[in-house]
């Protein structure tokens, strides 16, 4: 008779292999040539270095540019039009805010008869603030417009998107949630929430497409990175505790570029969920942790984020609008 260990490791090895058959087997890489790709939030961090990376490594792809920052919306549409000459490419910017439904039903018809004879075949939902606030300090406009921005944004941009897509039977619906919307933290309530509903949202949205027929053909993609050096999170983990020092040891913030990598990476080829960028060891590791911590009693839950920094973290957090007035103060 096998005892508990070895037929625990059996099933380890046949779920393992199953699972790297299936990479071998999965389908053919997404091509973005040719085709129109709009990008939420994309004069700033992770959205820039992703159009970034878009308009380099396509063929005549048309690259939509949205974000209610005008300046460095169109600072980024001149930087990245000289990278798509290369490519044949073309860059277009619309000032667009995402948490106004009637704004973007009007902007995706701007687009719509900017890029014809194209339609809109790819979406990267990227648009996301955060307060930094603990609740009881929060306004219900800071609530409001956390939930408009990180969620209701991306709810808007799917509703009128999505029927474009189901025109062509064709498409891709990338959703940029984080790793805060699987496991919480401190002065991240409005945050955290409005993440965790984008996670819901994505993947009820999947099955949806599952059962009218379209999930072979129009993927969905849901992003949930870990801390990326923005700017957005500017001053988290800087305390001297030892907490902090942990956090940075052993889940330190991914680079803008790493996280635009991964999530391009994830995108051509066919993935539906990424979770963390990370490029070394913590990108193997990472992944499984939410799933694992939510097995553990609450109180061993909450030890957990605590020693990841989730309690204290925050503590230290400026954010990129204090930093950027503090910078013109300067």
């Known amino acids: 008779m096998p005892t508990f260990v070895e037929a625990a490791g059996a099933t380890t090895t046949l779920f393992c292999g199953v699972w790297l058959l299936l990479q071998v087997l999965r389908k053919p890489l997404f091509c973005l040539d040719d085709r129109v790709v709009v990008v939420t939030g994309a004069a700033h961090g992770m959205g820039k270095r992703l159009a970034e990376r878009l308009v380099g490594h396509g063929k005549r792809v048309t690259l939509v540019l949205l974000d209610v920052d005008e300046p460095a919306l169109q600072r980024t549409r001149e930087i990245l039009e000289e990278a798509a000459t290369a490519t044949?490419?073309?860059?277009?910017?619309?000032?667009?805010?995402?948490?106004?439904?009637?704004?973007?039903?009007?902007?995706?018809?701007?687009?719509?008869?900017?890029?014809?004879?194209?339609?809109?075949?790819?979406?990267?939902?990227?648009?996301?603030?955060?307060?930094?606030?603990?609740?009881?300090?929060?306004?219900?406009?800071?609530?409001?417009?956390?939930?408009?921005?990180?969620?209701?944004?991306?709810?808007?941009?799917?509703?009128e998107i999505l029927p474009i897509l189901k025109a062509s039977g064709d498409g891709?619906?990338?959703?940029?949630?984080?790793?805060?919307?699987?496991?919480?933290?401190?002065?991240?309530?409005?945050?955290?929430?409005?993440?965790?509903?984008?996670?819901?949202?994505?993947?009820?949205?999947?099955?949806?497409?599952?059962?009218?027929?379209?999930?072979r053909h129009i993927r969905t993609l849901l992003v949930c990175p870990n801390a990326v050096d923005t700017g957005m999170f500017q001053g988290i983990m800087e305390g001297s505790d030892w907490t902090a020092w942990l956090s940075r040891m052993l889940l330190p913030a991914s680079s803008e570029l790493d996280a635009a990598k991964r999530i391009h990476s994830a995108m051509i080829h066919g993935e539906e969920l990424v979770i963390s960028c990370y490029s070394d060891w913590r990108g193997l590791v990472v992944p499984w942790l939410p799933a694992i911590a939510r097995l553990l009693p609450p109180s061993l839950f909450d030890f957990i984020v605590y020693l990841g920094g989730g309690v204290h973290g925050m503590d230290t957090f400026v954010g990129r609008t204090l930093l950027e007035t503090k910078q013109q103060q300067q």
């Open 88 to 159: 044949g490419s073309c860059v277009l910017a619309f000032n667009c805010d995402v948490a106004d439904e009637r704004a973007v039903r009007e902007c995706v018809k701007r687009i719509q008869d900017a890029v014809a004879p194209k339609v809109i075949s790819v979406l990267v939902n990227n648009a996301g603030i955060v307060t930094g606030k603990s609740f009881e300090d929060l306004t219900s406009s800071d609530i409001r417009r956390t939930l408009a921005v990180n969620t209701l944004g991306q709810m808007w941009m799917c509703k």
């Open 172 to 215: 891709l619906i990338v959703s940029v949630s984080s790793v805060m919307g699987l496991i919480t933290g401190a002065n991240l309530t409005d945050y955290c929430a409005s993440k965790a509903a984008v996670c819901a949202f994505i993947e009820s949205l999947r099955l949806e497409l599952w059962r009218d027929g379209y999930r």
